[in-house]
Every structure is written in structure tokens, then in C-alpha cells.
């Protein structure tokens, strides 16, 4: 069985980190371990959150990630009153910025570094995302071929194409949102660029790409967002919805070197069934358009589920939805179990549509009361893989 760190091991790291007292790391109103405090009161107080990958993409690997939370204190002492209150107090009290730092890196020579700050201001009235990141991912593309074959001398053919590529570069991505009246709708833009460098070991597919869309590639594209969110909590909603659509134009006269477009809808829901039991729900669609003859292997959409290796099946439409139900013990901990499945289609006559299920189970330990903050493991499986993730959040 694969090594899952435990949360005595994140509060043995943490203590190392900022040297606080013991009783730091245990929860005032019921005695239980908690990095809440830590977080709030320590200049230097984060939530590590460690990143174990078995993505079957890339193979195993590992990194962490440290969650900041910046508030002021008068903010501190309202979210410790709210704490000190209610079990659920504190949870619904929004940080004003958050910023995440981390890095990871994989078997199979792939890696990341990053960091990214998220801050409103005006009561959430304008919300602002930035974030800068790079590295390098090694990943094997797949693309299911279907000729239909001309008689004897040339027979259908019918299989799948597999070849391996080295992705390369650099990433920026900035959007700003403005709430509509005191609705929970918010519109905003959206920014992403990036310089990157594809590669095969595959002398032939590098030979193409080379004569095709070039081994260097910058991409650039201007978009607009909508968000329409009434969750009860940022980190792990029990309660309400949230419907978001983005439509993306990467463009030449944008600087891009590929021209496209990506429209996105996707959605989740929380239902409360009773004090132990919560139903959540999620939709996605993505649509990809272009009138470039070529474009690099890892821009089209792809089917993202829990079990499923990232880039496994891309198409130019692609949808998925997932279900998930779960029991609370209680306060601190939840099991839950999940359901996903989903299709891509390619707009080409020589390929199929694809469509795939994944299903598993997983729990979450409140590890930070005052932010309604969960974390735990979530073990995965679809048709020919599997794998688990140390998740922070729901894990939609």
C-alpha cells in the first residue's frame, strides 16, 4: 500500500517550521488536533498540504503546498469569537487573500512550481486571481484511430495511437471579477499566457510536430466569466451551488501563435439530506473550436475524473458528471463515496467517441475549525487504472 502521510506528521512539520506551543495545534472547544490557530495566530502560520501523486499520467511522485490565509486582526478575532461559539463558526467567514506555494515533482522526470494570490476587497465585491507557474510534464498522448478501409487491399483500421511527449515552458493567469449589485453573480476577464516547448521521444511525432506547429510555442488569450456561487463555504461547501461559464479566444492579433477558442460550463451543488448525510453533484462541458490545421498535443480538452490519467481522452466536445454522497461521524470526520463518468468527441470521421467511468471513496478530517478547512484521501478507480489523492476541498 502506498505511503499516505498522516496528520500527526503535518503537525510534527509544522512545529519544526515555527517552533509554537504544543496547545497551538489542538482546538480549544473540543481538545482535537487542529492547525487552526497555528494558521491565524503565527506570522508565519500555514496549512502545508502535501501533495502525493499517483496520477497514472506521470507516475508516483510528491511536493507540498502551503496555504496561507492573510487577514487583519480585527478579522482574527471575529472568526476566533464566531470558533469559540458554534462548531461551525468561522467557516463562512471568507479570508480577505489567500495565497498558495508549492511544488511537486514525478518518476517520470515531470515537474511544477508555482504561486498564486487571491484577494477581494469591498465585502467580496471585487475579487481578483493571480498566479505564475512552470515546469515540465512528460506525458504519453492517445488518440483512437478509425479508418474505414478501402476493400481487401487496404483494411479498416481500428486502434489506438499512443506517443509520448515533453511539454516544457512557463504559465501567467490573472482574472478580475466584479459582483453584480449584492447578487451572488459575478462577471469578470480573464488573462492566460504562456511560452512553451513540445518535444517526443518518438523521432517520427517529433519530426511532425517540428514541421507543424514548431517546437516552441506562445499562447495567448483574452476571455470573459461568469460565476454564480451561493455554497456556504469556499473550502467544503454542505450547502448550495455554484454555475460558472468562461469562453476563451486565443488569437494571433493577441500574440498567441495557435488560434483558437474554449468555451467552458461547469457546475456543482451541495444538498443537505438530513444532520449526517449530504448529496453533491457536478457537470462539466468543454468545447473546443479551430481553423488551424495543427495544434500542440495538450491543448484540446480533456475528461478530468478522479481515476482517470489527465490527457487520456481528449476531444474537441467534452462532458462529465459526477455524483458523490456523504456521511459526516462527525464534526471532524466524513466518508463519502463517488461517481463519475465521461465522453469526448472529435470532430473527425477517423475517430470515435470516447467515454469512460471512475468511481471510489475517500474521507475528510476537519483540520482547520475556524476555516471550515478539510482534508483527507480520496482512493479512485476506472475502467483500466486507479489511483488516490491527498485532497484538500471536496474534490470536485
Not at 521521444?201 to 514541421?211: A, E, F, Q, R
Not at 487520456?312 to 462527525?330: C, H, L, N, P
Amino acid at each position: 500500500m502506498r505511503n499516505i502521510t498522516s496528520l500527526s506528521a503535518l503537525a510534527v512539520s509544522c512545529a519544526v517550521l515555527s517552533t509554537p506551543s504544543l496547545g497551538s495545534f489542538f482546538d480549544d472547544a473540543d481538545g482535537q488536533f487542529d492547525m487552526g490557530h497555528h494558521i491565524a495566530e503565527n506570522a508565519v502560520g500555514f496549512l502545508p498540504v502535501p501533495i502525493v501523486i499517483t496520477e497514472p499520467a506521470v507516475g508516483y511522485g510528491g511536493g507540498l503546498v502551503g496555504v496561507f490565509m492573510h487577514e487583519t486582526e480585527e478579522q482574527k478575532q471575529q472568526r476566533k469569537q464566531a470558533a469559540l461559539t458554534s462548531l461551525d463558526g468561522g467557516a463562512q467567514l471568507m479570508p480577505a487573500a489567500i495565497t498558495a506555494v508549492g511544488a511537486a515533482g514525478t518518476q517520470n522526470g515531470s515537474w511544477f512550481a508555482f504561486a498564486g494570490h487571491r484577494h477581494t476587497w469591498h465585502g467580496d465585491t471585487i475579487r481578483y486571481i493571480g498566479g505564475v507557474g512552470g515546469g515540465q510534464m512528460n506525458l504519453n498522448i492517445y488518440q483512437d484511430i478509425d479508418f474505414p478501409g478501402f476493400g481487401p487491399v487496404l483494411p479498416p483500421i481500428q486502434d489506438t495511437f499512443s506517443f509520448n511527449t515533453q511539454t516544457s515552458g512557463v504559465a501567467m493567469l490573472q482574472q478580475l471579477q466584479f459582483r453584480i449589485a449584492k447578487t451572488p453573480l459575478m462577471l469578470g476577464v480573464k488573462q492566460l499566457a504562456s511560452y512553451t516547448t513540445v518535444e517526443s521521444d518518438n523521432t517520427v511525432v517529433s519530426k511532425l510536430l517540428d514541421l507543424t506547429i514548431g517546437n516552441k510555442e506562445v499562447t495567448s488569450g483574452l476571455g470573459l466569466l461568469a460565476e454564480y456561487d451561493t455554497r456556504n463555504n469556499l473550502f467544503y461547501p454542505t450547502d448550495g451551488y455554484k454555475v460558472s461559464s468562461e469562453y476563451m479566444v486565443y488569437d494571433s492579433k493577441l500574440g498567441s501563435d495557435s488560434n483558437y477558442t474554449k468555451w467552458n460550463v461547469a457546475g456543482e451543488g451541495y444538498v443537505p439530506l438530513n444532520d449526517k448525510w449530504t448529496l453533491g453533484f457536478a457537470g462539466n462541458y468543454d468545447k473546443f473550436d479551430t481553423k488551424d490545421e495543427f495544434v500542440a498535443p495538450t491543448t484540446k480538452p480533456y475528461i478530468k475524473l478522479r481515476g482517470v490519467s489527465s490527457f487520456r481522452y481528449q476531444g474537441d466536445q467534452v462532458a462529465t458528471a459526477q455524483t458523490q454522497v456523504t456521511y459526516d461521524i462527525d464534526h471532524r470526520w466524513k466518508v463519502s463515496a463517488f461517481y463519475g463518468a465521461g465522453v469526448a468527441k472529435m470532430d473527425s470521421q477517423y475517430s470515435d467517441n470516447q467515454s469512460v467511468g471512475a468511481y471510489g471513496a475517500g474521507f475528510r478530517y476537519q483540520i482547520a475549525r475556524r476555516y471550515g478547512l478539510h482534508m483527507g484521501v480520496d482512493i479512485a478507480r476506472s475502467d483500466d487504472e486507479g489511483a488516490f489523492y491527498i485532497t484538500l476541498g471536496s474534490g470536485f
